[in-house]
Every structure is written in structure tokens, then in C-alpha cells.
């Protein structure tokens, strides 16, 4: 098996494509939400991967086949020196940006349809069942990730942007 090293540099060169991929879908209003969303989400979760696989406590085999982790990762993110300098200061707002990046982060990983399909269906790739209906993706509107438009999701942006461009 490939070092840790190499895994880590694998998911961050691939997180910052799927960044870019992200950046361009989310400039085309005529593209549904849940493109962006699904590029969004993959950005996310390999990020955190590469971030994690650097840590050696981490079970290395488990973080290669779970879709989970990208709000763990931000909490430590948000607690590194680099962000702690950047809100010296500024404690109230930097608390407030960890709670907004807390439920953000939660919903981006729920996108991925191997998450929680059972108890939030809604995901970016799949239609899903709602009683008696079938929801697709490209016709959802995501209302619980409309925070992304506001200024704290877009500081949220900014700081997943940081998180990609610093690794």
C-alpha cells in the first residue's frame, strides 16, 4: 500500500480540482444546485482526507473507504494557530464562524447519498423517496444549505478555500 504521505497529497491535488470544478458550476445560474453541491462535497470530504491521513493516529484504512469526516476536520482547522491568528482578537466572531462551520460542514457531508440515507435522503447524486414521490437531485433546491449564500457562508468558503490552498 502507498505511504500515507502519497495518500494525503493524492486526495489534496484531487480536492483542489474538484474545487475548481466546484467554482465554475457555482458561477452558472442555469445549472441546478446540485452539481456544484456534489463537487462542493467531494472537495470537502478529500480535503479532510488529506488533512487526516497526515494524522497517524488516524486508522488509515478506514479513512480510505468512509465518507465521513469533513466536520471533524474543520473543527481542528478552526482550531489550528494559522485561524487562531487570523481572529486574534476577535473571539465572539470567531466563535460564531466555528458554530456556522460546524452546521455547514454536517450538511456538505450528508450530500454524499453512503452518509445518512436513511435519515437524510437528500444528497447530491440520487433521487431519493419522500412518501409517495421520487425527488431528483437536479430539481431540489437544498434549502438547508441556503447559508452558503450568506456572508457567514461565505466566510465558510473562504476558509475551506484557505484549508485546500494551505495543505
Known amino acids: 500500500m502507498p505511504a500515507r504521505e502519497a495518500w494525503a497529497v493524492g486526495f ?3 480536492s483542489r480540482s ?3 470544478v466546484y467554482g465554475r458550476l457555482a458561477a452558472d ?3 441546478p444546485a446540485c452539481h456544484e453541491l456534489h463537487y462542493l462535497q467531494m472537495a470537502c470530504e478529500k480535503i479532510a482526507k488529506a488533512y487526516r491521513c497526515r494524522d497517524t493516529s ?3 484504512e ?3 473507504k468512509r465518507h465521513v469526516g469533513f466536520a471533524k476536520f474543520m473543527g ?3 482550531a489550528s494557530p494559522t485561524i487562531k491568528d487570523a481572529y486574534r482578537g476577535r473571539d465572539a466572531q470567531l466563535r460564531e464562524v466555528s458554530k456556522l462551520t460546524r452546521s455547514l460542514a454536517r450538511e ?3 450530500l454524499a447519498p453512503a452518509v445518512d440515507r436513511a435519515g437524510s435522503p437528500e444528497n447530491a447524486e440520487y433521487p431519493w423517496e419522500a412518501g409517495d414521490e421520487v425527488i431528483t437531485p437536479c430539481e431540489y433546491s437544498y434549502p438547508q ?3 452558503l449564500t450568506s456572508p457567514g457562508g461565505r466566510t465558510f468558503l473562504k476558509l475551506l478555500a484557505r484549508a485546500i490552498q494551505e495543505f
Open 108 to 110: 456538505i457531508e450528508k
Open 29 to 31: 445560474q442555469q445549472m
Open 58 to 60: 488516524a486508522d488509515l
Open 76 to 78: 481542528s482547522f478552526l
Open 145 to 147: 444549505l441556503s447559508l
Open 62 to 64: 478506514d479513512l480510505l
Open 18 to 20: 474538484d474545487w475548481q
Open 12 to 14: 489534496a491535488v484531487q
